[in-house]
């Protein structure tokens, strides 16, 4: 079993920054691809940023180049660095192990003045 803790979220101006942080434990793989995922009120969840276990990352259009996301595999936690955010970014943020599907419970992040 697999637990999964974020944290980080919060308010934000626009053109601020926010930096997320996601703890996994339990029956965890350090070769497990690791993401962050997004929904907001009406729209479906997207996929924001994935990391490979050897630090390959992708990103949605409308973040890359703000957001950066990394990972630490020795104790199986994971970043995202998001700067000059967008209302439009406004969210709950989830962690995601797509490998074993398995979910955070989420963090709000609004951005709004």
């Known amino acids: 079993q697999v637990q999964i803790v974020e944290s980080g979220g919060g308010l934000a101006q626009p053109g601020g920054s926010l930096k997320l942080t996601c703890v996994a434990s339990?029956?965890?793989?350090?070769?497990?691809?690791m993401g962050w995922y997004r929904q907001s009120p009406g729209k479906q969840r997207e996929m924001v940023a994935l990391?490979?276990?050897?630090?390959?990352?992708n990103y949605v259009d409308s973040v890359r180049g703000r957001f950066t996301i990394a990972r630490v595999n020795a104790n199986h936690t994971l970043y995202l660095q998001m700067n000059n955010l967008k209302p439009e970014d406004t969210a709950v943020y989830y962690c995601?192990?797509?490998?074993?599907?398995?979910w955070g419970q989420g963090t709000q992040v609004t951005v709004s003045s």
């Open positions: 995601h192990l797509p490998g074993i599907n398995s």
């Open positions: 990391i490979s276990s050897r630090g390959d990352a």
């Open positions: 339990g029956n965890v793989y350090s070769g497990y691809a």
